[in-house]
């Protein structure tokens, strides 16, 4: 039996896809985020970020059959990430949400992507500037 998942709810691939679109248009602009990126294409970065946020949201486990265990933590050790580095990405990410229209995005899945990403944003920080 299948059951239906936060990812099939907001719209699966097609939402994802448009997320991390954004989500990347809005870092390669972003001067404190653009030079972390250790490859001029930002084009895997973001597919890994689809890829992952898919699977957290119940959708294709491909991160992993790829990646392995995500061990977000660790691989973000070699990128000092501060308070002024989290918020770069949550502007960023705030930006992707919004750009999602409200059909495809109600108000409670919404606020859980909101929610997750800021919890997410605060987790990833390893300096305290
Ligand atoms: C990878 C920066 C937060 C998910 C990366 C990379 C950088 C980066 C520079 C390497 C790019 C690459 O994949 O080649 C940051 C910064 C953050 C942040 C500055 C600020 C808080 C997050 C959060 C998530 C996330 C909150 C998840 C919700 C990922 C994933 C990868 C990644 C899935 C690829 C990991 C892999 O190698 O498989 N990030 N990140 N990041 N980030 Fe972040």
Same mark, same amino acid.
């Given at each position: 039996?299948?059951?239906?998942?936060?990812? &099939?709810?907001?719209?699966?691939?097609?939402? =994802?896809?448009? @997320?991390?679109?954004? =989500?990347?248009?809005?870092?390669?602009? %972003?001067?404190? @985020? $653009?030079? @972390?990126?250790?490859?001029? &294409?930002?084009?895997? +970065?973001? $597919?890994?970020?689809?890829?992952? /946020?898919?699977? *957290?949201?119940?959708?294709?486990?491909? *991160?992993?059959? !790829?990646?392995?265990?995500?061990? /977000?933590?660790?691989?973000?050790?070699? =990128? $000092?990430?501060?308070?002024?580095?989290?918020?770069?990405?949550?502007?960023? #990410?705030?930006? +992707?949400?919004?750009?999602? %229209?409200? !059909?495809? /995005?109600? %108000?409670?899945?919404?606020?859980?992507?909101?929610?997750? #990403?800021? #919890?997410? +944003?605060?987790?990833? #920080?390893?300096?305290?500037?």
């Amino acid at each position: 039996a299948t059951q239906r998942t936060f990812y &099939d709810e907001v719209g699966g691939a097609e939402t =994802f896809d448009k @997320l991390t679109a954004r =989500f990347y248009e809005e870092v390669a602009a %972003d001067d404190v @985020l $653009r030079p @972390l990126y250790p490859e001029e &294409d930002l084009g895997p +970065a973001e $597919r890994r970020l689809r890829m992952f /946020l898919e699977q *957290y949201w119940g959708g294709p486990r491909t *991160y992993s059959d !790829e990646r392995g265990h995500p061990r /977000l933590r660790m691989r973000h050790h070699p =990128f $000092r990430i501060g308070p002024i580095e989290r918020d770069a990405w949550l502007r960023c #990410m705030h930006i +992707a949400i919004a750009s999602i %229209d409200s !059909e495809t /995005l109600d %108000d409670p899945h919404r606020r859980a992507l909101v929610d997750y #990403m800021e #919890m997410a +944003a605060n987790s990833m #920080m390893n300096s305290p500037v």
